[in-house]
């Protein structure tokens, strides 16, 4: 089980991914699941466990997130 962050673009994936490492939170950088979204991209795959943590990391860093979903 693991949470994705949907994020406008790559570039915020890529910082998104540098702030959640900065925090200790283990991500990966992954496509955006088709029944998600059918635009092309990537998105942050977290453990469903960090979901709180990661999304108070991200909103302090003030980086947009599009949405957050639980597979």
Same mark, same amino acid.
């Given at each position: 089980?693991?949470?994705?962050?949907?994020?406008?673009?790559?570039?915020?994936?890529? *910082?998104?991914?540098k702030?959640? $490492?900065?925090? &200790?939170i283990?991500?990966k950088?992954?496509p955006?699941?088709?029944?998600?979204?059918?635009?092309? &991209?990537?998105?942050? *795959?977290?453990? *469903?466990?960090? $979901?709180?943590?990661?999304c108070?990391?991200?909103?302090?860093?003030?980086?947009?997130?599009?949405?957050?979903?639980?597979?």
């Amino acid at each position: 089980m693991y949470t994705v962050i949907l994020v406008p673009s790559t570039s915020h994936a890529l *910082r998104a991914e540098k702030i959640l $490492r900065t925090a &200790g939170i283990d991500c990966k950088l992954i496509p955006v699941p088709r029944h998600l979204s059918s635009d092309c &991209g990537i998105c942050v *795959r977290i453990p *469903r466990a960090a $979901r709180d943590a990661a999304c108070a990391a991200l909103q302090q860093a003030n980086l947009d997130v599009e949405s957050v979903h639980d597979l």
